[in-house]
């Protein structure tokens, strides 16, 4: 009997990593109303913009998102070292934004690295709001 | 009624972790630790970690040292934020340092690790005298190929590169 509670917690602690992009969209804008009281909802187009807005980098060269996943988002991108990266748009790779702490682990490393700093939880909605809305 | 329940959940959950196993390459197949050829060797977080932005480089391939410097860095990560959750970090750390170069029995690992000056703590594998002298008759235009990109990409050329066999009558260079 003891077995079987132990099965019963192994099945739902897995699940527990499971999630739809339409959760983490509700925890962001939790995270979101935190930080700015003024927030009014997350925009796809504002997405598409941050997707695609190069920024001087403090080493001089200009990055974006789209440096690595490519400007349609429906297409396979590559790594600096030559590594394919599945697409990030929902329509084209449907395991995108399945995986909460997946979404973190990238957006810590990625927003670092092309925006020199953390991102903010409006970036972060904003930006799965466009990629779950590309067609 | 409850005995199927119980039945149905170890059938459920006995599949789960079939799969698990699968995907964690959990069924090795012994490494030949003598000879050229690097041991087989299998760790599902050095695998899903290190092989998301690049190839999987064997650990074999470098010293001990070298890996420990590379794990010390990985917010800087040759220009890239490579940073782990402390349990992974240390899973691979510890992983990397037990299967590395200089603890190899193996041809090539002894040769790339004799190569190093003992002052040296390389981390870049292209740059070990090892490496430089293998590859003194590639060009620096065909590891600039849209196909290769640069010498860090061994699997371009090296098939096994990932399983560490880096044996000349497997070499393909792409056009």
């Not at chain 1, 009997?1 to 602690?13: D, V």
């Amino acid at each position: 009997m003891r077995n079987s509670f132990y099965l019963l917690g192994l099945i739902f602690s897995m699940n527990a990593f499971a999630a739809t992009s339409q959760e983490l969209l509700k925890q962001y804008e939790v995270q979101a109303k935190q930080e700015n009281t003024a927030f009014a909802g997350f925009s796809a187009e504002r997405g598409a913009s941050f997707f695609k807005a190069e920024r001087t980098h403090s080493d001089g060269k200009k990055v974006s998102c789209a440096t690595c996943h490519t400007s349609d988002p429906r297409k396979q991108g590559k790594t600096r070292a030559n590594k394919v990266i599945e697409p990030m748009a929902t329509i084209a790779n449907p395991q995108r934004f399945t995986d909460a702490t997946k979404v973190e682990k990238w957006f810590g490393r990625n927003c670092k690295d092309v925006l020199e700093r953390a991102c903010t939880a409006q970036e972060k909605g904003d930006y799965i709001q466009y990629l779950t809305s590309v067609k | 009624m409850m005995k199927k329940w119980m039945q149905l959940l170890v059938l459920i959950t006995s599949i789960t972790s079939a799969g698990t196993l699968l995907a964690s390459g959990g069924f090795g197949e012994g490494g030949e630790s003598h000879g050229s050829q690097m041991p087989v060797v299998n760790n599902a977080k050095w695998k899903s970690e290190c092989s998301s932005c690049h190839m999987l480089y064997h650990p074999a391939l470098l010293p001990e040292r070298s890996w420990n410097k590379v794990m010390a860095g990985l917010d800087q990560h040759f220009g890239e934020n490579a940073s782990l959750d402390t349990a992974a970090h240390d899973e691979i750390a510890k992983f990397l340092a037990e299967n590395s170069a200089d603890k190899q029995a193996n041809r090539r690992s002894n040769r790339i690790n004799q190569s190093i000056p003992a002052a040296a703590t390389l981390i870049r594998i292209s740059e070990t005298p090892y490496f430089v002298a293998k590859h003194d008759e590639v060009s620096a235009n065909t590891f600039k190929r849209k196909s290769i990109g640069s010498p860090s990409n061994c699997i371009a050329c090296h098939k096994g590169a990932e399983k560490g066999d880096f044996s000349e009558s497997q070499v393909k260079i792409p056009r």
